[in-house]
Antibody
Framework: QVQLQESGPGLVKPSGTLSLTCTVS?????????WSWVRQPPGKGLEWIGE???????KYNPFFKNRVTISVDKSRSQFSLNLTSMTAADTAVYYC??????????????????????WGQGSLVTVSS | EIVLTQSPDTLSLSPGERATLSCRAS???????LAWYQHKPGLAPRLLIH???NKATGIPDRFTGSGSGTDFSLTITRLEPEDFAVYSC?????????FGQGTRLDI
C-alpha cells in the first residue's frame, strides 16, 4: 500500500521560506492521482494548501497563492512544498496526502475527486527566531 | 469559500454507546462531495467516508455517513476503545477544499 513521508526542517525563521518534501513509496507518483499539501495550525482545523499532478500542473488555495509553490520530481517519486514569507501564523503540522482515484465531475472538469485516501504522518514546523 | 462547522466540539461518551457527529456547510456542497477523517496523535489521518455516505476500504460497519446539501453527519454505533479520536469533515465539491474544525470524541 502507498506510503507517504514528509521531510524537512522543523524550525523556520520569520520571513524565511519553508521547504518540505514528500516521498511516495510502494506506489508510483505518475498515476491519475493528484498530490496535496494540507496543514493544521495548533488548536485549529485542517487547511488545504494546494495540489500537484505528475505532469507538473498545480492548483493552489487562493489564501496561499502568492506565497506557495508545489512541484513534483517523478524520478525521485517526490513532491515538494515551498512557502515563502513565513510568520508565526504558519506554525503548523504539515501533511502530504494523495487524492483519491475516484473520478467525478468536480471543479469544472472530469478528474479524480479531491478527497484524500493516503496521508503522511505529518511534520511539525515551528516559525521562530 | 465554503465554511464547515462541526458540532459538538467535544463529545464525551463510553464504549458501547452511539456517537453522532454533525457537519454543517455554509452553502450547499456540490454533489454531496463530503468526506470524514479520523485523527490520532502522531498517526496519519484515516479516511472513513467519502461522497457523504460511501465507506472507505476497510472501515468497519459501525461507521455510517449520511446527509446532503448543507447538513451531514457521521454516526458511530457501539463505540470501541480505538474510536476515541478527533473527527474532521471535508468538502471537496468547491474550490478551495475546506475542512471543519474537528470534533473530539472523548471517553
Amino acid at each position: 500500500q502507498v506510503q507517504l513521508q514528509e521531510s524537512g526542517p522543523g524550525l523556520v525563521k520569520p520571513s524565511g521560506t519553508l521547504s518540505l518534501t514528500c516521498t511516495v513509496s510502494s506506489g508510483s507518483i505518475s498515476t491519475t492521482n493528484w498530490w496535496s499539501w494540507v496543514r493544521q495550525p495548533p488548536g485549529k482545523g485542517l487547511e488545504w494548501i494546494g495540489e500537484v499532478y505528475y505532469t507538473g500542473s498545480t492548483k493552489y488555495n487562493p489564501f496561499f497563492k502568492n506565497r506557495v509553490t508545489i512541484s513534483v520530481d517523478k524520478s525521485r517519486s517526490q513532491f515538494s512544498l515551498n512557502l515563502t514569507s513565513m510568520t508565526a501564523a504558519d506554525t503548523a503540522v504539515y501533511y502530504c496526502a494523495r487524492t483519491s482515484g475516484f473520478f467525478g465531475f468536480v471543479w469544472g472538469s472530469y478528474r479524480p475527486t479531491p478527497f484524500f485516501d493516503y496521508w503522511g504522518q505529518g511534520s511539525l514546523v515551528t516559525v521562530s527566531s | 469559500e465554503i465554511v464547515l462547522t462541526q458540532s459538538p466540539d467535544t463529545l464525551s461518551l463510553s464504549p458501547g454507546e452511539r456517537a453522532t457527529l454533525s457537519c454543517r456547510a455554509s452553502q450547499s456542497v456540490t454533489s454531496n462531495y463530503l468526506a470524514w477523517y479520523q485523527h490520532k496523535p502522531g498517526l496519519a489521518p484515516r479516511l472513513l467516508i467519502h461522497g457523504a455516505s460511501n465507506k472507505a476500504t476497510g472501515i468497519p460497519d459501525r461507521f455510517t455517513g449520511s446527509g446532503s446539501g448543507t447538513d451531514f453527519s457521521l454516526t458511530i454505533t457501539r463505540l470501541e476503545p480505538e474510536d476515541f479520536a478527533v473527527y474532521s469533515c471535508q468538502q471537496y465539491g468547491s474550490s478551495p477544499i475546506t475542512f471543519g474544525q474537528g470534533t473530539r470524541l472523548d471517553i
